[in-house]
């Protein structure tokens, strides 16, 4: 019999790594947004572990001098996405992650209620790899399967001022025509914007 792609909000393609930090959705909240973040710890270095253990709360804040900066935060994203296109799940898309922080998108605060927050490794302004988009464009259409997905934002348009990430080098007309959803599906600010992948 052939796998379920999801089962209980867990994407069968990616792979499990539960977070304690999540809580439940209000009640009856319909999950129609994306929030596209990025992430890399200690800033620019990629490919280690250090992500994982920040959104599991098993970092070691004193093995490198920038880690105290964020020492005992406890955050989490339902998903990271690795430089090489592998995606990781740390809650189920049917919880609450705790990605967005103070927020706000289109009147509506508290963006953590109703969206799911995508990591991917990378640093704010610079470029993604072309794997990390064929990874986050099968995402979206996965979880458009199951929920009303009428937007996908950056955290830098959700907490303005605040956030500035994922930055100019994401390449938002490049996931919109993966996709082939309308541009009113995105901030008007990344209509114009087009980087290139880094590799």
């Given at each position: 019999m052939p796998e379920l792609p999801w089962n209980s909000g867990w994407w069968a393609r990616a792979r499990q790594v539960t977070s304690p930090n999540h809580g439940p959705r209000p009640a009856h909240m319909a999950i129609d947004t994306v929030v596209v973040h990025s992430i890399s710890l200690p800033p620019g270095v990629y490919g280690g572990p250090q992500v994982e253990q920040l959104f599991t709360n098993r970092l070691d804040w004193d093995a490198h001098p920038y880690f105290d900066r964020i020492r005992g935060i406890e955050v989490s994203s339902h998903f990271f996405i690795r430089r090489n296109g592998e995606t990781v799940q740390f809650v189920s898309v049917l919880d609450r992650a705790w990605h967005a922080g103070q927020s706000s998108w289109r009147g509506r605060g508290n963006c953590n209620d109703f969206s799911v927050g995508i990591e991917l490794e990378g640093l704010e302004g610079e470029l993604f790899e072309s794997a990390q988009y064929d990874a986050i464009?099968?995402?979206?259409?996965?979880?458009?399967?199951?929920?009303?997905?009428?937007?996908?934002?950056?955290?830098?348009?959700?907490?303005?001022?605040?956030?500035?990430?994922?930055?100019?080098?994401?390449?938002?007309?490049?996931?919109?025509?993966?996709?082939?959803?309308?541009?009113?599906?995105?901030?008007?600010?990344?209509?114009?914007?087009?980087?290139?992948?880094?590799?």
């Amino acid at each position: 019999m052939p796998e379920l792609p999801w089962n209980s909000g867990w994407w069968a393609r990616a792979r499990q790594v539960t977070s304690p930090n999540h809580g439940p959705r209000p009640a009856h909240m319909a999950i129609d947004t994306v929030v596209v973040h990025s992430i890399s710890l200690p800033p620019g270095v990629y490919g280690g572990p250090q992500v994982e253990q920040l959104f599991t709360n098993r970092l070691d804040w004193d093995a490198h001098p920038y880690f105290d900066r964020i020492r005992g935060i406890e955050v989490s994203s339902h998903f990271f996405i690795r430089r090489n296109g592998e995606t990781v799940q740390f809650v189920s898309v049917l919880d609450r992650a705790w990605h967005a922080g103070q927020s706000s998108w289109r009147g509506r605060g508290n963006c953590n209620d109703f969206s799911v927050g995508i990591e991917l490794e990378g640093l704010e302004g610079e470029l993604f790899e072309s794997a990390q988009y064929d990874a986050i464009a099968a995402l979206c259409a996965a979880l458009c399967s199951q929920h009303p997905v009428a937007q996908i934002v950056g955290h830098e348009h959700v907490a303005p001022g605040r956030k500035q990430d994922p930055g100019s080098g994401f390449d938002w007309p490049r996931l919109r025509r993966a996709l082939g959803w309308s541009r009113h599906c995105f901030p008007e600010t990344t209509n114009a914007q087009s980087a290139t992948s880094a590799d």
